[in-house]
């Protein structure tokens, strides 16, 4: 395949302002990522990637996060972050292989009770500068929430491009599963809050974890084996994570949307300061 690959992985509304703010403050640095031969998203990551595939300049995608007055509208969600984790600890309990912990995942996720997909779709359409998939390659993840299969969604898939970034960006127990084609989908992150290994075969990968290291969701191998595996394959890799102000900006809520304006603006400097590296 060749050429450049970014891939950009959840993080909540607080991970969306952060990505956003550092693509744009890279691209002040004169290293705009956004033109990539091909863009991975998942969950946050989506919601990036089919922005920054809209036709928008960074700069102006940054001000949608960033300025009050031209942010969507956004549900807010007040997480028990113990019940959630206790929660997920329940439904993973004899689930011994991944496919396993990602069913057990989808379980939850099918039995939560959350807003309605009408009301959450409508979330995901108001963020979307455009509703068109890109000419350019863009892949979206999502999870089959009753097979744990992943499945990725891109132009010839024949979905919507909202409904395929509403499907990646659905966390279990938090927002409903999305109905595609008769069949119920949740956060691409159950299987990898990244998915950076399907970028393999590109040359050079730059891979946005706002995450980090530690995702919240159990993933089939470790960030960095996959980014060493990516290595080994002969691509060159660079990781991208929040700096010590994008975390506090960030903050322990990363759903909640107060953190967007702060997140953006800390992404945005952090992207500034950085010099990209491949190795």
């Known amino acids: 395949m060749g050429g450049q690959a970014l891939v950009l992985g959840g993080g909540g509304v607080a991970g969306i302002a952060w990505t956003t703010g550092l693509l744009a403050g890279l691209a002040d640095r004169g290293q705009d990522l956004t033109g990539a031969d091909l863009i991975v998203g998942t969950s946050a990551g989506a919601a990036v990637a089919a922005q920054v595939t809209s036709g928008l300049p960074p700069a102006e995608l940054f001000a949608r996060q960033a300025e009050p007055a031209r942010q969507t509208p956004e549900i807010p969600v007040d997480i028990d972050f113990e019940k959630f984790a206790a929660d997920f600890g329940g439904a993973l309990t004899g689930a011994t292989t991944p496919a396993e912990v990602r069913r057990g995942v989808g379980q939850l996720a099918l ?5 309605s997909e009408v009301d959450r779709r409508a ?3 108001a963020r979307l500068p455009s509703h068109d998939w890109p000419e350019r390659r863009l892949v979206i993840v999502a999870v089959d929430a009753e097979t744990g299969e992943p499945r990725r969604f891109d132009r010839a898939s024949g979905v919507s491009l909202v409904d395929a970034v509403a499907a ?22 159950v299987r990898s809050a990244e998915n950076a290994d399907y970028a393999a075969g590109s040359t050079r990968i730059t891979v946005v974890a706002p995450l980090g ?3 919240p969701l159990p993933a089939e191998k470790p960030l960095l084996t996959v980014l060493d595996e990516l290595r080994a394959a002969g691509a060159e890799v660079a990781l991208i994570t929040p700096d010590e102000a ?8 990363p759903l909640d949307p107060s953190t967007r304006t702060p997140a953006a603006e800390a992404g945005r400097a952090q992207g500034a300061a ?6």
């Open 274 to 279: 950085l010099k990209l590296g491949w190795s």
């Open 123 to 125: 979330v995901i359409e």
């Open 246 to 253: 994008s975390v506090a900006a960030i903050g322990q809520n």
């Open 111 to 115: 039995s939560a009770e959350t807003v």
């Open 213 to 215: 290291l530690d995702s």
């Open 168 to 189: 990646s960006c659905a966390v279990p127990g938090v927002w409903p599963p999305v109905t595609i084609d008769g069949r119920r989908y949740v956060d691409g992150g």
